[in-house]
């Protein structure tokens, strides 16, 4: 029985190959990833030789209310803009603690004590991201969320706003281990 | 690299072999499965040869508070009783509407509009319960769900009784199919 992969799994090949050139890894918290020359971000499974394979899914969102999904689809841009040629790959792991938080708890956390939502629709529409979730995978995954970043170069100031602004809060006390991996697009 | 697969990944091959013998297999909404003898329960993927094969995970819960966990924590009792002779396993894949709401709304429609958590807390400790999640897998699964209910020969009337009032809530108005497959123990 072959099964066919989902249309919403993502998968990230860092090697030698790829549309993406690797320009950093930073090391956030944890143990952090093996270097690579490029990133290649592909939505088939396959046996390329490569450094590190990350793959999550998009779903469904766990946490917006009406008003603020409606408030990101107004603001968010698409990935792809000729203009983004930067992008950062944010795999990121979240303590056990935050599993067993029950629903409620965890949406206090991320949005009465941190502003997450709030924080991320000010950095819009110079930030396009996606995100994507490695938890609830058939496979054991190194972490439980890969969010993609895309902006122009001179949005870059903005985006380390961002990061540092969302890293101060309670939310990020969660966060057991988190890598940064920087990317530049190929001068078109 | 071979993945390891995740130790919350449970499988049901139906077919020729297995520990609970299948009594019936009911069509409750959209397409039904094949018929089969035997259900088994595994943690890991082979290849057997299977009439059909569900997998999920089981997850952190999506929608219930700190008060609920502990009520749900306090009264529901492990899989595996030798009393519960009885099981039931049901996959639902719900509509694409329920999966675009946003999470209040999905709350609202599941606890406030259906009572949803409030009704599953009256029939326990008599049926055990464990959710297994398929939707984020990293492949296609024709259901978003799989709930596996044991339950004594004496409750059944109590389990029954808990799916037409579940049946009869706003929430089942999300649901595009459902099946029940019908299982018995082996005599110990």
């Given at each position: ?129 996606r995100l994507h979730h490695c938890r609830d995978l058939e496979t054991v995954q190194p972490f439980d969320f890969l969010t993609w970043f895309e902006f122009a170069p001179s949005d ?32 078109a």
């Amino acid at each position: 029985m072959i099964t066919p992969a989902s249309p919403r799994l993502f998968h990230f090949y860092a090697g030698d190959v790829g549309e993406w050139k690797i320009t950093k890894i930073i090391q956030v918290k944890g143990e952090c990833l093996a270097p690579a020359a490029r990133l290649r971000m592909s939505a088939t499974t396959d046996c390329a030789q490569t450094t590190w394979m990350l793959r999550g899914t998009t779903s469904n969102e766990r946490y917006v209310t009406r008003e603020e999904k409606a408030s990101l689809g107004q603001k968010q841009q698409d990935l792809g803009r000729a203009s983004a040629t930067y992008a950062v790959l944010i795999p990121i792991k979240k303590k056990n603690a935050w599993w067993t938080l029950s629903q409620d708890e965890r949406r206090s956390v991320l949005e009465a004590q941190s502003r997450h939502i709030e924080i991320g629709l000010r950095y819009l529409p110079a930030v396009a991201r996606r995100l994507h979730h490695c938890r609830d995978l058939e496979t054991v995954q190194p972490f439980d969320f890969l969010t993609w970043f895309e902006f122009a170069p001179s949005d870059l100031p903005a985006f380390v706003e961002l990061l540092d602004t969302l890293r101060a809060t309670p939310e990020w006390q969660y966060v057991e281990r988190e890598v940064e991996v920087w990317l530049e697009a190929d001068a078109a």
